[in-house]
Nanobody
Framework: DVQLQAFGGGSVQAGGSLRLSCAAS????????IGWFRQAPGKEGEHVSC????????GYADSVRGRFTMSSDNAKNMVYLQMESLKPEDTAVYYC?????????????????WGQGTLVTVSS
């Protein structure tokens, strides 16, 4: 079974950093893509980043490009989201998700498998 679990959230002041981790298992990394999404209180979910198994260059939403970095360690079944220069508007529950397609997508509906989220709170 495909399983994902995001962790590493917490509270940080604006300008600070956090690294989120996603433990992912139960699938062939060559055939799947991983994405990070977030949902702020009272708002719709938003794509943050995604990584294709066929391309080592992740894609990012405009709102986080240059501040967030997505990476993976396939040998450890882990995906990471390094978040720098955090802003209060980055406050959200962050989720990692997987789709049975080697190419990433910014559409949440394209992902079948989702982990429990981890809350990131950025105070001003």
């Amino acid at each position: 079974d495909v399983q994902l679990q995001a962790f590493g959230g917490g509270s940080v002041q604006a300008g600070g950093s956090l690294r989120l981790s996603c433990a992912a298992s139960g699938f062939n990394w060559d055939d799947y893509a991983i994405g990070w999404f977030r949902q702020a209180p009272g708002k719709e979910g938003e794509h943050v980043s995604c990584m294709s198994s066929r391309d080592s260059s992740p894609g990012y939403a405009d709102s986080v490009r240059g501040r967030f970095t997505m990476s993976s360690d396939n040998a450890k079944n882990m995906v990471y989201l390094q978040m720098e220069s955090l802003k209060p508007e980055d406050t959200a529950v962050y989720y990692c998700a997987a789709r049975s397609n080697p190419y990433g997508s910014a559409r949440s509906n394209d992902y079948r498998y989702w982990g429990q989220g981890t809350l990131v709170t950025v105070s001003s």
